[in-house]
Nanobody
Framework: QVHIAESGGGLVQAGVSLRLSCAAS????????MGWYRQAPGKQRELVAA??????LYADSVKGRFTISRDNAKNTMYLQMNNLGPEDTAVYYC????????????????????WGQGTQVTVSS
């Protein structure tokens, strides 16, 4: 059984940075494909970033501002979010044991069955 816990969300002003953490247990963390998703009010959950064995992918809306990373020794994945804007306001979820594939040169991430409870990020203008 995989247990996931996100942390690091909060209420911030536009332009500042936040770092989210995702601590995972009960899985082979170092070989897991994992991702960050977010869901804004009234919108569908969307992929923000994903990583697998040194490969990373990002949603176009966060490229150049967000960085996904992981510390396998700590079984923890991070999402460094810089230059936040009101459009980044959402509940951010960590996902584990997804599938990382490549199609016509483009990386794709399919979520696994394991989700955290989410952490709220609110950005005021």
């Amino acid at each position: 059984q995989v247990h996931i816990a996100e942390s690091g969300g909060g209420l911030v002003q536009a332009g500042v940075s936040l770092r989210l953490s995702c601590a995972a247990s009960g899985s082979s963390f170092s070989i897991n494909a994992m991702g960050w998703y977010r869901q804004a009010p009234g919108k569908q959950r969307e992929l923000v970033a994903a990583t697998y064995v040194g490969r990373m992918l990002y949603a176009d809306s966060v490229k150049g501002r967000f960085t996904i990373s992981r510390d396998n020794a700590k079984n923890t994945m991070y999402l460094q979010m810089n230059n936040l804007g009101p459009e980044d306001t959402a509940v951010y979820y960590c996902n584990a044991e997804g599938r990382f594939t490549r199609n016509s040169g483009v990386y794709l991430y399919t979520p696994g069955d394991y989700w955290g409870q989410g952490t709220q990020v609110t950005v005021s203008s």
